[in-house]
């Protein structure tokens, strides 16, 4: 199937559309892998295209062949074993919302994926494909560290895996090698007395956020004991905050001074002033939502 594509204008704006390119689907995780291996960076795969089509009709990514993998059964599915939890790469964020098995064992995918854009988008938007994405403006790839994820990568040379905090290499950019697709996501069971909190701040309800927070937390007597927050939105990538992730650790319940973490939170985050909003601002609003999040984390306790 050969798709066309052209450049055109209606009432006097210009709409562009993505360039030729041949697409097709293959029957198997197989017959994927040989597919790009094959066609090496001319091809690129495609599940839920929320990110990628965008980028086709921006003219950001120009590939020659796009390689539904949207359909593969390989790549779907829910399981928990030994303590561990792993989701299907295709694993759609509708999903993660629906799923008791992810509302019991990994809450703060749950909360996240409410905030991920509308309906529309929670129904198409794909787990793996978020992650290979890497948009340091993503709810996913944050909460993936915060979990202590491990991601299964396959190709036709077979699987191996990579950890999240090492998967995300810097503004999106992935460990992923060329014909590798991610499999699955495996997440370890969350350890007693660990408690999942998220926020996020948007200019609009579905919009991407501008400043962000993952965190697991340890508490025990009102009393944080550890803690492994993951900000994004204000970040080049998903990474653990460990300075202030060590400030804040041994804080009392509920917080009411952020000077025990506002350092930390200067050394650990480095944003950019963009149209609209300095630096110093994102670093303000990533200090009231931290301790927005730890404070969350006591009425849950109490409910």
Do not use: W
């Amino acid at each position: 199937m050969l798709f066309d594509s052209t450049l055109s204008l209606k009432h006097n704006v210009q709409i562009m559309k993505a360039r030729n390119f041949r697409y097709i689907r293959p029957d198997s995780l197989q017959h994927a892998y040989r597919i790009l291996e094959e066609n090496g960076g001319d091809a690129v795969p495609i599940a839920g295209g929320q990110s990628l089509l965008a980028g086709l009709n921006m003219r950001l990514s120009a590939p020659k062949l796009l390689v539904d993998i949207g359909g593969l059964k390989e790549l779907a599915g829910q399981s928990q074993r030994d303590g561990t939890i792993r989701l299907g790469a295709l694993t759609r964020h509708g999903e993660l919302l629906q799923s008791d098995l992810v509302r019991k064992q990994l809450p703060l995918l749950a909360q996240a994926a409410a905030h991920i854009g509308h309906v529309a988008i929670r129904n198409r938007g794909t787990l793996g494909g978020s992650l290979a994405y890497a948009d340091p403006a993503a709810e996913l790839p944050a909460c993936s560290v915060a979990l202590r994820a491990t991601l299964v990568l396959g190709s036709a040379a077979g699987e191996r895996e990579v950890k999240a905090e090492d998967f995300f290499k810097g503004l999106f950019e992935t460990d992923l090698r060329p014909g590798e697709l991610i499999v699955a996501v495996k997440f370890p069971a969350p350890q007693a007395n660990t408690t999942a909190g998220f926020a996020e701040l948007a200019r609009r309800r579905g919009d991407f956020a501008l400043v962000g927070l993952a965190a697991m937390v340890s508490a025990r007597r009102d009393r944080i004991e550890g803690a492994r927050l993951v900000y994004f939105g204000c970040v080049d990538r998903a990474k653990v905050a460990a300075s202030v992730s060590v400030a804040v650790s041994g804080l009392a319940m509920p917080v009411l001074d952020t000077a025990a973490f506002e350092r930390e939170i200067r050394q650990d985050l480095t944003p950019d002033d963009t149209p609209g909003l300095r630096a110093e601002t994102k670093l303000h609003m990533a200090t009231v939502l931290t301790r927005r999040v730890l404070n969350s984390l006591v009425m849950q306790a109490a409910s």
